[in-house]
């Protein structure tokens, strides 16, 4: 793709700060609707997708954005199993008191994002760097959706815990 700022950067810009908003809300401790605990993975994902497509023209890039997503998802997957959460079934709402870890995750993810538009405003197209950044949101992405699979796979077996 050629250098320089393009709608791609702006949706990678767009989808990590609406990751960064949704994971707030979710990190202060505060409850959330079943649905809503899988918007932050999405959001994740798709910019790593369109940061994959971005730099698709490096060398072994698929390779290393896979392998980051996958043991991303590995890692989210045990600590999505692991960590500790207060689920109402009746109204199916979900609070994680210990869930601060998101909100550092979509900052590294919104970090990721800002180094590949720096890196495509001041053309440096070809940089050493720019594999890195594609690989990094692929691990963000892959730690939220191993986490949030996880935890709704334990969702229905969890206690019923009324505020």
Not at 3 to 32: D, Y
Not at 110 to 119: G, R
């Amino acid at each position: 793709m050629e250098p320089g700022f393009n709608i791609f950067h702006l949706t990678i810009l767009v989808s990590s700060l609406a990751c960064l908003g949704f994971a707030w809300r979710e990190s202060a401790g505060r409850s959330i609707m079943l649905p809503r605990l899988f918007t932050p993975p999405v959001l994740a994902g798709f910019t790593a997708v369109v940061m994959l497509l971005i730099a698709a023209g490096q060398p072994n890039l698929l390779w290393i954005w896979l392998a980051a997503g996958v043991s991303g998802a590995i890692v989210g997957g045990i600590r999505g199993a692991t960590m500790v959460m207060r689920v109402d079934q009746v109204r199916s709402k979900l609070r994680m008191p210990n869930g601060r870890h998101i909100f550092l995750i979509a900052i590294v993810l919104v970090l990721a994002a800002a180094n590949e538009i720096a890196i495509a405003v001041w053309g440096a197209g070809m940089s050493p760097h720019r594999a890195l950044a594609p690989a990094i949101a692929a691990l963000c992405g892959g730690l939220l959706t191993g986490r949030a699979i996880a935890v709704a796979i334990r969702i229905p077996y969890a206690p019923n815990d009324e505020p």
